[in-house]
């Protein structure tokens, strides 16, 4: 599965990338992640609230920090 | 942080330590006047005006549908509309200063095109709710309306330029533009969203409300019967949280009050702690940089000052709020009004870092003719809020 967080560079961006990969971690999830901040290409992807979250290509959040439980749900899902 | 560049911090602290003469008059009284200046924020700013300030905050960002607001951006919508929605939505957009370069690409890239874009990317951060309040608070509220009014028609003075000038080549990129994607969020119900931000803001200005400088008139009633008021709003706060709001809600909301707190309060804090150690309190003359030297460059109102203001401001970095501290040393030690507003408009607006970013949206050509309307605009409106104060 492709995991990527899509942001500027800020805190909240950060903190995302990281809360991911601890979920995906304790879940022994297989993840293919990337971190992209390139505003080019978050305009390009119609990302325009950060930070955002998307899953093989599709957003799954966007604007703001999900909670752990809720990356482990969308996580879980794909 | 990497080894290397803990090494490297570890090697200028020591030869700042080492260096610098602690034992000079002049040194030491600016070290304290850098925590005087802390300890005054401390008691004046943070409990009524800070930490509401922040709630205020965490809740525009949670519970406000920002999606409804960003389809006013799409290629499709009513130009009018889109430059208005451009010049004042960073008050509710821009909260957090990392949002602004992700929703100026995408206006640029995907929706309106590069004037409501650039009238966004001038007014979002100098209007987001936490600079106005903290504007109006410390520096006094004419500058905090100044700046309202002067970001919102300059943002759309530089946008409708930007895309008059750039007309050309707007329309061949508008061909080949792509479309907006992103998921669309049901907005809460509208009365209930006014009535609960109605009531928050009031409660934030009851908190705030200055001792009139006359012991009569109704400014100076309310400011006798501010905590009853402040009182009333809060107990309807409560209520309606209680019945409208889910505890999941209330949870989300104080976690993004604490986030923003945890991202803007340390930086300010340093920037409060510095800008004293530089400048020192308004009224003392204790901080390093000596007055004359303010005074000479940026005192009074004239077109230099403000000119000089501005190319400060677009070229320094600030970070969220910190150049309300800087502001006050500044103008305490003899900065004009006029080149006081030049650099709140410039400042959070443009810095050498987010011109990167620009520039690697816009290229070279755009991004030049940006700064140059930008310190343009900025100086203008210094001039003219100089005069009018004055």
């Known amino acids: 599965m492709k995991v990527e967080v899509l942001g500027p560079g800020c805190k909240n961006c950060k903190t995302l990338a990281e809360r991911v990969k601890k979920v995906a971690e304790e879940e022994g999830l297989e993840i293919d992640f990337a971190y992209i901040d390139d505003m080019n290409e978050l305009a390009e992807r119609g990302i325009a609230l950060t930070p955002a979250l998307m899953i093989n290509g599709e957003a799954a959040v966007t604007g703001k920090v999900p909670s752990k439980e809720e990356i482990k749900n969308i996580l879980s899902k794909n | 942080m990497s080894r290397n560049k803990k090494i490297l911090l570890f090697i200028i602290t020591f030869i700042a330590v080492y260096f610098i003469p602690f034992d000079s008059a002049t040194i030491q009284e600016a070290i304290a006047e850098g925590f005087l200046m802390l300890q005054y924020y401390a008691q004046e700013h943070v409990i009524f005006c800070l930490i509401p300030a922040f709630f205020v905050a965490g809740a525009i960002a949670n519970f406000l549908s920002q999606q409804a607001i960003i389809k006013y951006f799409g290629a499709e919508a009513n130009k009018i509309l889109s430059y208005s929605v451009a010049s004042v939505s960073g008050a509710i957009l821009a909260v957090c200063s990392c949002t602004v370069l992700p929703l100026f690409a995408s206006i640029y890239k995907t929706g309106a095109g590069i004037g409501p874009a650039t009238a966004f990317l001038y007014s979002g951060p100098a209007i987001n709710v936490l600079a106005i309040i903290l504007t109006a608070r410390v520096l006094g509220w004419q500058l905090g309306l100044a700046r309202v009014i002067g970001a919102v028609i300059f943002a759309l003075i530089i946008g409708i330029l930007m895309a008059l000038i750039f007309h050309q080549s707007e329309e061949e990129r508008q061909n080949s533009m792509v479309t907006a994607g992103g998921e669309g969020e049901p907005p809460r119900t509208g009365w209930q969203n006014i009535s609960y931000f109605a009531i928050l803001i009031l409660t934030l200005i009851f908190l705030a409300w200055a001792e009139p400088e006359q012991a009569e008139g109704l400014w100076y009633r309310i400011y006798q019967i501010r905590w009853f008021l402040a ?150 409106s210094g001039l003219i809020y100089g005069n009018i104060v004055l």
């Open chain 2, 231 to 380: 009182g009333l709003t809060l107990a309807i706060l409560a209520v309606m949280l209680y019945r409208w709001f889910t505890r999941q809600e209330i949870k989300e909301w104080l976690a993004e009050t604490w986030n923003f707190t945890e991202l803007i309060a340390p930086l300010l804090f340093a920037g409060v702690l510095i800008a004293g150690f530089l400048m020192g309190r308004p009224g003392t003359e204790a901080g390093l940089i000596p007055e004359h030297v303010v005074a000479d460059f940026v005192g009074g109102n004239s077109l230099s000052a403000n000119f000089l203001a501005s190319i400060l401001g677009a070229f320094m970095y600030f970070a969220t709020l910190t150049e309300v501290p800087i502001l006050e040393g500044l103008m305490g030690l003899g900065m004009g009004d006029g080149p006081a507003l030049a650099l709140l408009l410039a400042g959070p607006a443009l810095s050498l870092p987010n011109m990167l970013v620009i520039h690697s949206v816009l290229g070279t050509k755009k991004t030049s003719v940006f700064i140059v309307l930008v310190v343009i605009m900025a100086t203008l």
